[in-house]
């Protein structure tokens, strides 16, 4: 039985001692109002009302007792007080909580190589990281509001020239005012601009062109980016129409994409010495800018120089979650010792480095099989070196010094040099003749010849490092070419094609 039944049956006895204690006193009719006049009389008679009395004064005992003090009751809670003289307050307004800060990678545009990516801080809700959609636009809005600390040296940040409008109804995205919807592969983002992109000339245009393209297809399974204006059919920016998505590949700025997929490997035969080692190194704009570098070290027993094993590589796409959007697959006919696991980079464009025991299909080489996460489909290149035994693999470079025969890490493009210059580099090429020629401002050939390269046609390529000699009649800007000359009938295939000055 609860306390609360036991309450309601103390007051109910109480309550009926008292009313049975007190004398109706019913009167007889002759002495009633209505045959006589009535007396001045109390209406109880003394008993009566001290009876009553001590009825009420039980009562109030029964209920103070109820209503006492719960404080020190275990397992009851006091009702709070109010006092009568308080006045309802308004409840203080919640100070709004700041979105923590969320590692984000986005990128930022270099003058002619293709977008770096970099971590910044972004003010993310986990209700906007919940979406595709919600994503690309803290993506955008981080750089939008980030500043120039961090940015990656040699790159800047296009983003924050664009003009930033309050953000619109249904845009939770940021203050950018931005709309972002997803399709498949595709995302979409209208932007909300008054009165403008911001930015100027075509340098400018196709860099924030480049930096959007990439920051937004950074989510995964997207591929392509179409970037709209409100109210209108295109996107202007300045005299740069964007009038369809872009992916990657369509900005990074290089004449073609790599050979990708199995079917485009570049394999070469070796010999599986037993006993050697395998050590690996990694480089990021060291050898040339936008040049990332892997190499592979082969050691023979006790150090000797081993035979080159066999390797198989190739390019591809993959859409591992911050791997990268493309990955290079490297197998070695030899056992690893190397460190197996995942390598983090984050140094565009290499992402991340993964050793594993082989691969299996389609490359048919056991061994050691090391992947390489890589921002792009950027041309690459596989070559061989000795002393010690290495093999080589080389991904992006300055678009205008790079094709799919040749790549110069030096000269670089728009620099100056006197009356001999060194050029270094690699090449594929018939016969492994690199030709080159040197054109003055009106385009006038002023001076040719051609040079070896250490390997001639095949899937491998070869290297050189030679000089070229400048005649004294040239002076100023001009543009060094270098190409392949086609077997057939002379016509350049392949041109790299090098501004620089003489002086």
């Given at each position: 039985m609860t306390d609360e039944r036991r309450d309601d049956e103390i007051i109910g006895r109480a309550l009926s001692r008292a009313i049975e204690t007190i004398d109706v006193n019913?009167?007889?009719?002759?002495?009633?109002?209505?045959?006589?006049?009535?007396?001045?009389?109390?209406?109880?008679?003394?008993?009566?009302?001290?009876?009553?009395?001590?009825?009420?004064?039980?009562?109030?005992?029964?209920?103070?007792?109820?209503?006492?003090?719960?404080?020190?009751?275990?397992?009851?809670?006091?009702?709070?007080?109010?006092?009568?003289?308080?006045?309802?307050?308004?409840?203080?307004t919640a100070s709004p909580v700041q979105a923590p800060n969320v590692p984000t990678w986005v990128y930022f545009a270099r003058d002619g190589l293709p977008p770096v990516g970099a971590y910044i801080d972004a003010h993310s809700s986990s209700a906007v990281l919940a979406s595709a959609e919600g994503r690309i636009g803290a993506r955008i809005s981080a750089l939008s509001g980030f500043g120039s600390g961090s940015i990656p040296a040699g790159a800047t940040n296009p983003m924050s020239l664009v003009a930033k409008p309050a953000p619109t109804a249904g845009s939770s995205q940021g203050s950018m005012g931005v709309f972002v919807s997803v399709q498949g592969d595709v995302a979409k983002v209208e932007f909300d601009l008054n009165p403008g992109w911001g930015v100027r000339g075509a340098a400018q245009s196709q860099a924030l062109v480049q930096q959007l393209v990439y920051t937004i297809t950074e989510e995964s399974g997207i591929r392509w980016a179409l970037i709209t204006e409100k109210g209108k059919p295109n996107a202007v920016i300045d005299q740069l129409v964007v009038d369809r998505p872009l992916s990657r590949e369509d900005v990074f700025g290089y004449a073609a994409a790599g050979p990708s997929g199995a079917a485009n490997s570049v394999?070469?035969?070796?010999?599986?010495?037993?006993?050697?080692?395998?050590?690996?190194?990694?480089?990021?704009?060291?050898?040339?800018?936008?040049?990332?570098?892997?190499?592979?070290?082969?050691?023979?027993?006790?150090?000797?120089?081993?035979?080159?094993?066999?390797?198989?590589?190739?390019?591809?796409?993959?859409?591992?979650?911050?791997?990268?959007?493309?990955?290079?697959?490297?197998?070695?006919?030899a056992e690893p010792n190397t460190n197996l696991g995942l390598t983090r980079v984050d140094r565009s464009p290499l992402r991340a480095v993964r050793a594993t025991r082989g691969f299996g299909s389609?490359?048919?080489?056991?061994?050691?099989?090391?992947?390489?996460?890589?921002?792009?489909?950027?041309?690459?290149?596989?070559?061989?070196?000795?002393?010690p035994t290495r093999i080589v693999v080389d991904i992006g470079g300055a678009p205008q010094s790079v094709s799919d025969r040749i790549a110069v890490y030096q000269l670089l493009p728009g620099a100056t040099g006197t009356r001999e210059m060194q050029i270094i580099g690699v090449a594929r090429v018939f016969e492994a003749s690199v030709s080159w020629?040197?054109?003055?401002t009106t385009g006038r050939e002023?001076?040719?010849?051609?040079?070896?390269?250490?390997?001639?046609?095949?899937?491998?390529?070869?290297?050189?490092?030679?000089?070229?000699?400048?005649?004294?009649?040239?002076?100023?800007?001009?543009?060094?070419?270098?190409?392949?000359?086609?077997?057939?009938?002379?016509?350049?295939?392949?041109?790299?094609?090098?501004?620089?000055?003489?002086r």
């Open positions: 019913q009167t007889p009719f002759e002495r009633s109002r209505i045959a006589t006049a009535p007396a001045r009389r109390s209406i109880f008679g003394l008993w009566q009302i001290a009876t009553a009395a001590a009825a009420i004064v039980l009562a109030l005992a029964i209920g103070s007792w109820l209503t006492r003090s719960t404080e020190s009751q275990p397992g009851v809670a006091a009702s709070p007080t109010i006092p009568a003289s308080a006045t309802p307050s308004v409840a203080p394999a070469s035969d070796g010999t599986s010495t037993p006993g050697v080692s395998l050590t690996t190194s990694y480089s990021v704009d060291s050898v040339a800018p936008g040049v990332a570098r892997f190499v592979v070290t082969i050691t023979g027993p006790q150090g000797a120089a081993p035979e080159l094993p066999s390797f198989t590589a190739y390019l591809d796409r993959t859409e591992e979650a911050d791997f990268g959007k493309a990955a290079l697959y490297l197998q070695v006919g389609p490359l048919a080489v056991g061994g050691a099989a090391f992947v390489l996460g890589l921002d792009d489909l950027r041309p690459w290149r596989v070559f061989t070196l000795s002393n020629r040197l054109k003055d002023v001076a040719s010849g051609h040079f070896l390269a250490s390997l001639g046609s095949s899937a491998v390529w070869g290297t050189f490092d030679t000089r070229i000699a400048i005649p004294a009649s040239m002076t100023g800007p001009g543009t060094l070419e270098l190409f392949e000359a086609s077997p057939k009938d002379g016509t350049p295939q392949g041109v790299v094609q090098i501004p620089l000055g003489v």
